[in-house]
């Protein structure tokens, strides 16, 4: 590391401050879709790098040589006892250098002062990322590449089918989905009681579902505060339509989706099968929704590729699994000095 960046600090941006990194960024991830103000809505914690000589109390306009924001959440992780404990991680993201200070170390030098300030003084037990850079970048300096596999549904443009046991299908929307999300909760802690190795999962908690369907309104011409009556997923319960309310047990196979109005794709970002049958019945009411916008294609990371059995049922979609080469996983672990951990569920819900 050069002599001038021993001269350099990561601190949290003043609201000033993050309003002139949003603009920093605006022009690789907002622009044309958001207006500058839509964008700068979206901010989280902001951090930047700057010199230890600035005035950070009087300037708001300071040299940022580099920039990222955070986002602190809720994860369950197992413990050597057996016993499981809620923790608090950081998701990163929006990491920018600008275009006059690229090559020069600063991005690398942020992401090691970073990655101490989240370990040591906000006491977190992890972070992550997802990357879209080459692994070598972020692996030397701490955070670890997990699976990146995912399934693409080509979508019939005529799709239109009668579903079996449709009576049990029920449309998950702004009604239902909180207590679905809690429940989901509940069940993922009970599944990690099961397991008999060192593993960590992203709660899937409203907040991080509320942040993808408010990204979808931003860039959609369908949804607006006054009429926003989507569908969010489908769930295929163990009682009639009718007798449904929101005091009963939910059963717990469901699909939870977002619209992706930029790739003209509808993205499954939490999905609860028990089988390859629900799963083919899940995955239908998806393409249901997919051919209403006209969508290409049905998009679900990280599947458990045991529930997709073709011989099953699924053999009548045109499906391909593949490894991504975008938004790629990283972890750093720092719960305790041994970072050989199972991130489980890696899913769209836990990108933002």
Known sequence: MSSEHQDLVLVEATPGQARITNRNSYMSWGSPLLTIDEYIE????????????????????????????????????????GQIQEVIGYYITSLFTPPQYRHKGYATKLMVLL??????????????LYSEVSSDFYSRLGWKIFPHKEIRFKVDDRFSTSLKHSELIVAINQSNIETIINKDCEFIKKD???????????????????????????????????????????????????????????????????????????????????????????????????????????????????????????????????????????????????DNVDWILIEKYSWF
Not at 115 to 128: G, H, M, P, V, W
Not at 285 to 303: D, G, H, R, T, Y
Request: proline content about 3%; glycine content about 0%; charged content about 25%.
């Open 42 to 81: 979206q901010n989280f914690k902001v951090w930047i790098l700057v010199s230890k000589k600035c005035n950070l109390s009087n300037d708001n306009e300071p040299t940022i040589f580099s920039q990222c924001e955070t986002f602190k959440l809720k994860a369950l992780i197992t413990l050597s006892s």
């Open 115 to 128: 990655n101490d300030k989240l370990r040591f003084e906000c006491k977190a037990k992890f972070s992550y």
């Open 192 to 338: 990690l009681k099961k397991l008999n190795k060192k593993s960590m999962v992203i709660l899937p908690t409203k907040p991080a579902f509320d942040w993808l369907f408010q990204k979808t309104k931003l860039y959609s011409k369908f949804y607006t505060d006054t009429n926003d009556q989507r569908q969010f997923g489908a769930m295929i319960s163990n009682k009639k339509k009718e007798s449904i309310n929101e005091n009963e047990e939910l059963f717990e196979r469901f699909i939870i989706w977002n619209h992706d109005f930029r790739d003209n794709q509808l993205f499954i970002i939490r999905f609860r099968s028990d089988s390859p049958y629900t799963t083919h019945l899940l995955i239908q009411q998806a393409m249901q929704e997919a051919s209403k916008f006209q969508f290409k294609q049905i998009v679900l990371w990280n599947p458990d590729l045991r529930l997709f059995n073709i011989s099953e049922g699924l053999n009548v979609f045109e499906a391909e699994v593949s490894e991504r080469t975008e938004s790629l996983p990283y972890l750093s672990w720092y719960a305790d000095d041994d």
